[in-house]
């Protein structure tokens, strides 16, 4: 499953494999704004 640049890609997915595009947007709320409204 890991292909040398793919690997990295595979163990960032591994967070969100489902959500992976909901999970970039999430990452970057929480980091601006710890106390959101989705705690």
């Known amino acids: ?3 040398g ?3 990295v890609l595979v ?3 591994q967070e ?3 959500g992976a595009d909901a999970s970039a ?3 970057i709320s929480k ?3 710890p ?3 989705m705690h």
């Open 1 to 3: 499953m890991l292909s």
């Open 25 to 27: 947007p999430v990452r």
């Open 35 to 37: 106390l959101g409204p």
């Open 5 to 7: 640049s793919d690997g």
């Open 31 to 33: 980091q601006e704004a």
């Open 16 to 18: 969100g494999l489902a």
């Open 11 to 13: 163990v960032d997915n």
